[in-house]
């Protein structure tokens, strides 16, 4: 039996010292009709050698790819020591700190994360992290909305990452919210005019910081608008450019809130989770901050130790009055996030921001070097993605070099009407100039329709990445 | 000591710094950072050092014994780490075709038929990132369903009173009046409370069976007729399906809806709290609304079900599809443990639960329900202890600690007082559990001979007993360089 270390003997002796004949009779409470079902629909147990091969050779199908999608999750290297020391046993199967006597690893690492994320978002204090960027977004609309206390109405520019705006729709949708859109302007930013004209009595404004088409926002004029108007100004950043970008708290006046996902902070890609969702707010704003806190304190001898704090807030004391219903937060990612800043440091982390957004410059001038292609906002500058206008059915483009082993990039046709020839690409600092030059090579191919190189079966083992 | 207060200006990891000739960069001055980043500046080893020696200062599932009731803190075993941590799984961007991602569709599609036959629901959708989220997704489905038939007047959600915050706390974020219901002296629903409170206005009934009192539901069918009756929906909060796991199916009950918490049931690791996953399931009738992506099958090619072609969905819940390497996880346990395995982790729960409940019983402690059977947990009272003694359940849990074993479950649920909730899983051997008995029988002795020892746990554990008091009124959240002594 996997995983059950009960002897037969074992067994005998524990329904004897129950004093009942056997297991079933312990389910005796349950109605005769309800049990026993067929599980017909469930594989029989296979070993773990059998499962090792099966998922082995899923993996090996699935991976190899030399990859330029970003649009909110990004490859970048990770050092091997932070998930060598994140999956050791004592934090990967610990639970959420309430004993804090028996967790004070776990604490003390949420703390040294509160005070990382604090300082890059320019904030004074974060929390110990939400589910992901989207859902960290949404929470902040809600806290938002809390603080303002009179105003239901929040604006949500059309340059915030699409799946942002979705799940927002979805979480915010029962509490009689109104999410009121920005259009974006023809440099691919917020328009401000819009901005002015709607901010009198919204309770918040989003501020995404590289926008989902990775251009810089006017987030000075943006913050100050929405404090001058009373309204909250909500920061949605990438943790890995406010090491390089102005932070939140340094865009005009300072944002209230900051969110963003944390993904980019030592977290594989993964197909999408898990990541983790970071946030972070003035002090005055603490108590209407939704997700586990750590605060430092003393144990009854006067040294340091740390704990859960402010429980108060959380659903496990004030119900259906709680600020959310999250109960955990996302301990493991937020584990190897905070090995890999420890890792990095202030420079490093600078070093990879600048470095992704070297590449990405690099590769947008190497392909809008291609007849037929160029960048739809050749004027915006960009932090470490771009998006690009194609003469060619981008659909088509992609397969042609998914062929040749190549994702080359994030079709925004997908999310934004009207730009079928849209593809958003990005370079991070994983991407060397042979990478950027054989992506290149097989666009201007494509593109342009020569032959030259007649497209052959890529994934042969030699030229597989591992 | 803080990694801050190890950090040394200048010193830093070039193995980890890409080199960079950087071209000149078109972002203007303004936009550029100008408060220095705290992050320490420390050598590789010295972080290797002090994250390893911080882990040291847990307790864990692979360290110690871990029954915290309702929580389902078993063994995760190693091969689920290992195997959906492969790189072709860990480096594939979620915005990837499809036509690259097939080995892990395949995965999670099979991961959702399994969780549909064990379930007995007729859909499952694995994109919520939590249990909490799951229950968001659950409601919300009630909320479109009712929305659907034009069934308007519905605004209130049925919760009994021993239920978890999450239920209410959810209950509220998706638009809802929360109606607590009691339970009677047996810890069953109390009918005649739930057929005052079902009306025109019940848009569902929220529901933990096996409960969080430790015992399953006696009237769940009766319960069920009278929810259905009255126009409501029935919703299943899966935290404690391990107790029933393979041998009742919660469809089968009659509910509508159900969420799972696979970092219990489907032993994906807790994390020192997260990440989890929290997949729903629903009966036919809510199929529509079923919270997308979901993973679909045709002719052998997998693919994402998005609100292209489930217009109803209630949408998206996270950015992308979920928390996949959570579900990888959770797909490797399930098929290691397989379909003759199932069934025998309830078996083996349950027995280890009764087990102990009737050898603590007899040392003098408490049951709070003595006349029922324990189903995976059991719920303990320490009134009576506190009463004769003073020493509180906080005590116990403080001096277990010291005596090698983490804390159960204290203090919850609400309604009864110094109550500790014990869950053992079916991955403890007898000697574990008879471990944990001799150190519950020397707290006993010593709470009767001298009760200061436990008041002063714990003792031998990294830390003295935590001031939480303290920690709210002076809220450091975070550490200030300047604040360097």
Known sequence: MPFIPHTPDDTRSMLEAIDVDGIAALFEEIPASLRAQSLAGVPPAVTEREIGRLMHERAFADGGFLTFIGAGAYEHHIPAAVWEITTRGEFYTAYTPYQAEASQGTLQLLYEFQTMIASLTGLEVANASLYDGASALAEAVLMAVRLHGSSRRVLMPETVHPYYRKVVATIVGAQSITLEALPMDDRGRTALAAVTEKLPGAAALVIPQPNFFGLLEDVHEMASAARAAGALAIGVVNPLACAWLAPPGEWGPGCDIAVGEGQPLGVPLSSGGPYFGFMATRREHVRQMPGRLVGRTADAAGHEAFTLTLQAREQHIRRSKATSNICTNQGLLVTAATIHMALLGPAGLRQVALASHANTARLVERLTQIPGVERAFPETPFFHEAALRIKAPVGDVLRALEAQGILGGYPLGETYPGWEDGLLVCATETKTEADIAHFAEHLERIVTKRRLDPPCAYKDDNTRRA | ?485
């Not at chain 2, 280890?352 to 050898?359: D, E, F, G, I, S």
């Open chain 2, 1 to 485: 000591m803080l990694i801050f207060e190890r950090s040394k200006p200048g010193r830093t990891n070039s193995a980890h710094m890409p080199v960079v000739s950087t071209p000149p960069s078109d972002v203007p001055e303004t936009l550029l950072r100008r408060t220095p980043l705290v992050l320490p500046e420390v050598s590789e080893l010295q972080v290797v050092r002090h994250y390893t020696r911080l882990s040291q200062r847990n307790f864990a599932i692979d360290t110690h014994f871990y029954p915290l009731g309702s929580c389902t803190m078993k063994y995760n075993p190693r091969i689920a780490n290992r195997l959906a941590m492969l790189p072709g799984f860990l480096d594939r961007h979620p915005l990837a075709p499809e036509t690259t991602g097939q080995g892990m569709l395949a995965s999670l599609f099979e991961l959702q038929e399994i969780l549909r036959e064990v379930t007995g629901m007729a859909g499952v959708s694995l994109t919520p990132m939590a249990g909490a989220q799951g229950e968001f997704a659950g409601v919300a489905m009630i909320r479109a369903y009712h929305k659907g038939r034009h069934d308007e007047g519905r605004d209130q959600i049925l919760i009994p009173k021993a239920a978890h915050g999450t239920n209410p706390a959810t209950a509220a974020m998706c638009g809802y009046e929360v109606r607590e219901i009691d339970v009677d002296d047996q810890g069953d629903i109390d009918l005649a409370a739930l057929d005052a409170a079902l009306g025109p206005r019940t848009a569902g009934l929220m529901l933990t069976n096996p409960s969080t009192l430790g015992v399953f539901d006696r009237h769940i069918l009766e319960i069920a007729r009278r929810v259905h009756a009255a126009g409501g929906l029935l919703y299943y909060d899966g935290a404690n399906l391990n107790a029933i796991l393979g041998k009742v199916k919660p469809g089968d009950m009659g509910f509508d809806v159900i969420h799972l918490n696979l970092h219990k049931t489907f032993s994906t690791p807790h994390g020192g709290g997260g990440p989890g996953a929290g997949p729903v399931g629903v009966a036919e009738r809510l199929l529509p609304f079923l919270p997308v992506p979901y993973v679909g099958e045709t002719r052998g090619q997998y693919h994402w079900i998005t609100e292209k072609t489930r217009p109803q969905s209630i949408g998206r819940l996270s950015t992308f599809m979920g928390n996949t390497g959570v579900l990888l996880r959770a797909y490797v346990y399930a098929r290691v443990v397989g379909r003759e395995g199932m069934p025998r982790i309830a078996d083996y729960a349950t027995l280890n639960a009764n087990y102990l409940l009737v050898r603590l019983a007899r040392l003098g402690y408490e049951p709070a329900y003595p006349k029922r059977r324990a189903t995976h947990e059991f719920l303990l009272t320490l009134k009576t202890l506190k009463e004769r003694t003073g020493v509180t359940a906080t005590d116990v849990a403080k001096r277990l600690l010291d005596k090698g074993f983490h804390a159960p479950t204290v203090y919850f649920p609400l309604m009864v007082p110094e109550c500790l909730l014990i869950e053992p899983t079916e991955t403890e051997s007898r000697e574990e559990l008879d471990a944990f008995v001799t150190a519950m029988e020397e707290i006993w002795r010593e709470a009767h001979e001298s009760p200061e020892v436990l008041k002063a746990a714990p003792e031998r554990l990294p830390v003295r007993r935590v001031d939480e008091v303290r920690a709210a009124r002076g809220l450091d959240l975070a550490w200030r360089p300047e604040a360097r002594a």
